[in-house]
C-alpha cells in the first residue's frame, strides 16, 4: 500500500464542510474548523471546493482529501465528476482526491479520472455505495474506496445508520477501504475500525453544529 495510505492506518479523518445556507459557509471559517480537528487528533483532512482547499492548505501541512460538488443536468454523479476538477484539486496541493465511482451514467470514463488523478501526483480515494463498485473502482486502479455514498444512491440500501453490511462486504472481500457515512459518535467510529476500516472519516458530528443541534432539538420536540 502507498506509504500515504499507510501513514492513515487506524487513523481519523475530519471532514470540514459547510452547506451553501450554513453560516459557516466561509473558507477562512473552514480553515479554522480545520485547525481545531488537527488540534484534536485528526490525521487528515477531507475538504471541498477549490477555495476551501486553498484556506486550509495555507495552515496546515496535514494530508487533504480533497473533493469537488458539482450539481449537473447531464448526471446524478457531483462528487469530482471532471478529469479538470480532480486536477485542479491535485494541483491545489490534495494528496487524496476523492470522486464518486458509482456505475452511474457520467460525464467522464472512470477510468479516465484515476489516470488523470495518479497522472497530477495524487491518489484516488473512489467514493462508492456497494460491493461491486467497490470490486470495478479497484480493478481500475483506485487507491482505496469509501463508503461516502452507502445510502445516498437508488443501487444502496436505504439506511439511517452506516452501512455495517457494506463494510464486512468490503473487508470479507479484501477490498482495503475507508469508513464514511453517518459515523456519529466515537463508539460508531471505533466500531467501523473494527469491522476492518482502514481509517474512518467524521464529518457532521464534530463540524457542522446546525446538524448537531437539529439532532437534539428533535430529540426534546
Not at 484534536?40 to 492548505?57: N, T, Y
Not at 471532471?82 to 491535485?90: F, P, V, W
Not at 468490503?170 to 467501523?192: H, K, M, T, W, Y
Amino acid at each position: 500500500m502507498n506509504a500515504l495510505l499507510e501513514s492513515l492506518r487506524g487513523s481519523l479523518v475530519v471532514s470540514c464542510q459547510a452547506n451553501p445556507d450554513s453560516p459557516l459557509r466561509d473558507p477562512y471559517i473552514i480553515s479554522r474548523m480545520g485547525l481545531a480537528a488537527v488540534k484534536g487528533g485528526a490525521a487528515a483532512l477531507r475538504i471541498q471546493g477549490f477555495e476551501d482547499v486553498e484556506a486550509v492548505r495555507a495552515v496546515t501541512d496535514l494530508p487533504i482529501i480533497g473533493l469537488t460538488k458539482t450539481d449537473r443536468d447531464d448526471t446524478d454523479v457531483y462528487i469530482t465528476p471532471t478529469a479538470a476538477e480532480a486536477t485542479r484539486l491535485a494541483a491545489l496541493g490534495c494528496e487524496i482526491v476523492a470522486l464518486d465511482a458509482t456505475l452511474r451514467p457520467r460525464p467522464e470514463p472512470l477510468a479516465e479520472l484515476f489516470a488523470a488523478v495518479h497522472a497530477a501526483g495524487a491518489l484516488v480515494m473512489a467514493d462508492i455505495s456497494t460491493l461491486e463498485e467497490a470490486r470495478n473502482a479497484s480493478a481500475l486502479g483506485a487507491d482505496i474506496v469509501g463508503t461516502t455514498l452507502a445510502g445516498y444512491t437508488p443501487q444502496s440500501r436505504a439506511l439511517h445508520t452506516p452501512d455495517w453490511v457494506l463494510m464486512d462486504e468490503l473487508r470479507g472481500a479484501d477490498l482495503p477501504f475507508i469508513a464514511e457515512g453517518r459515523l456519529n459518535s466515537p463508539a460508531e467510529a471505533r466500531q467501523a475500525m473494527e469491522r476492518g476500516a482502514h481509517a474512518v472519516v467524521v464529518g457532521s458530528a464534530i463540524t457542522r453544529p446546525d446538524v448537531v443541534t437539529r439532532w437534539f432539538a428533535a430529540a426534546l420536540a
